[in-house]
């Protein structure tokens, strides 16, 4: 099974080894401190390359993680009504699912509670499976959920760490 993520995030959302010189200052605000340390391109390979020899089903080729990341309250009603956003595509047998974190509750955390934290809201996206109203009949979700959740355990927080 093919495995990726969409990231959507705020400015706010400072990411470790980027660039800070060109962030935007919103309002005449300060810039935020705080730092989201998990490098995400690290950890989608690490879960995809997992994934990749696994299938849940023929009716899913692929997951797709929306991970969103914010301060979710400022981003209005449209951002916070997305957080149990799913959608079945079966044309091209992909599922998309949503999961979101609020910055300010995780801008401080360690790499690991970052990690766990983000594992939480992928499993929790999977999981979600369960209640949409248009799902793919082949595909064990379930199976998923839980092949993922020992992924995660075997991931390590170095592995995934941004370059300073």
């Known amino acids: 099974m093919k495995f990726s993520i969409q990231v959507t995030c705020g400015g706010e959302v400072i990411f470790a080894g980027h660039s800070q010189k060109d962030r935007p200052v919103y309002y005449g ?6 730092l989201w340390r998990v490098s995400i391109p690290k950890f989608e390979d690490f879960v995809a390359g997992k994934l990749l020899a696994m299938s849940f089903g023929d009716s899913i080729d ?9 301060e979710l309250e400022e981003w209005g009603t449209w951002f916070t009504s997305m957080s149990n956003y799913m959608s079945y595509r079966p044309k091209h047998k992909t599922f998309i699912s949503v999961g979101q974190l609020e910055w300010k509750a995780v801008k401080h955390l ?7 934290m983000l594992g939480d809201a992928l499993v929790s996206s999977i999981e979600r499976i369960a209640t949409a109203k248009c799902k793919p009949k082949d595909f064990d979700h379930t199976a998923l959920a839980q092949t993922v959740r020992g992924i995660l355990r075997s991931c390590e927080p170095s592995l995934v760490e941004a370059d300073a």
């Not at 605000?29 to 705080?34: F, I, K, L, R, V």
Request: net charge negative; aromatic share 14%.
């Open 62 to 70: 692929e997951f797709r993680f929306g991970f969103e990341i914010g």
């Open 29 to 34: 605000a300060p810039p935020e401190t705080g």
């Open 110 to 116: 360690s790499t690991s509670e970052q990690l766990k």
